[in-house]
């Protein structure tokens, strides 16, 4: 069992920056690949990025030059800086990582982009 749990959601202007945080449970934390994800109203939920434990990450188009996923070993803690925020930004961001065979999301933290 893991869980996970995000937090640093707010509000932002447009052009804003904030920094999202997904703590995870359990020693393995060093070995998961940690995702991020957002759903925005009336829409599925869609891939942000990851980090890998070898510190590769991938970033979804839309995000690429302005999210960066970061992750703290030590804090079983990953994070994700986004920056340049759009409205088309707003959603709520999940954390996800996968165990075995096991998916593990967080509850959700909201960003909201606006004036």
């Known amino acids: 069992q893991v869980n996970v749990v995000e937090s640093g959601g707010g509000l932002v202007q447009p052009g804003g920056s904030l920094r999202l945080s997904c703590a995870a449970s359990?020693?393995?934390?060093?070995?998961?690949?940690m995702g991020w994800y957002r759903q925005a109203p009336g829409r599925q939920r869609e891939f942000v990025g990851l980090?890998?434990?070898?510190?590769?990450?991938n970033y979804a188009e839309s995000v690429k030059g302005r999210f960066t996923i970061s992750r703290d070993n030590a804090k079983n803690t990953v994070y994700l800086q986004m920056n340049s925020l759009k409205p088309e930004d707003t959603a709520v961001y999940y954390c996800?990582?996968?165990?075995?065979?096991?998916?593990?999301w967080g509850q959700g933290t909201q960003v909201t982009v606006s004036s």
């Open positions: 996800n990582t996968r165990v075995g065979s096991q998916e593990y």
């Open positions: 359990g020693s393995g934390f060093s070995f998961y690949t």
């Open positions: 980090i890998r434990p070898n510190g590769i990450r």
